[in-house]
């Protein structure tokens, strides 16, 4: 099984803000929800972290194209 995107993360975030909020959910599930949000988050974050070091790579050359350059070079 693949991991989710990052819409599915933020759109799951979502879902898990709206059910905390709701205040109808016991100790439990409010945890267990609480926990896979965390997690959720940190994926997030270290995804659009690598994003945006891909972005800071990318350079335009003189003549229009684009290159990447590499992070060891």
């Known amino acids: ?9 933020l759109a799951r975030l979502d879902a898990i803000v ?4 709701a205040n109808d959910l016991d100790l ?6 609480f926990e896979e949000g965390v997690d959720r ?5 270290e995804r659009l972290s690598v994003a ?3 972005l ?10 684009v290159r ?3 992070l060891a070079g």
Request: no cysteine; hydrophobic share 40%.
């Open 18 to 21: 709206r059910a905390l909020e």
């Open 41 to 45: 988050l940190r994926t997030a974050r």
């Open 28 to 33: 439990d599930k409010a945890l267990a929800l």
């Open 68 to 70: 990447v350059d590499d």
């Open 52 to 54: 945006e070091l891909r």
């Open 1 to 9: 099984m693949s991991a989710p995107s990052l819409q599915e993360d």
């Open 56 to 65: 800071t790579q990318l350079r335009e050359a003189a003549d229009g194209s």
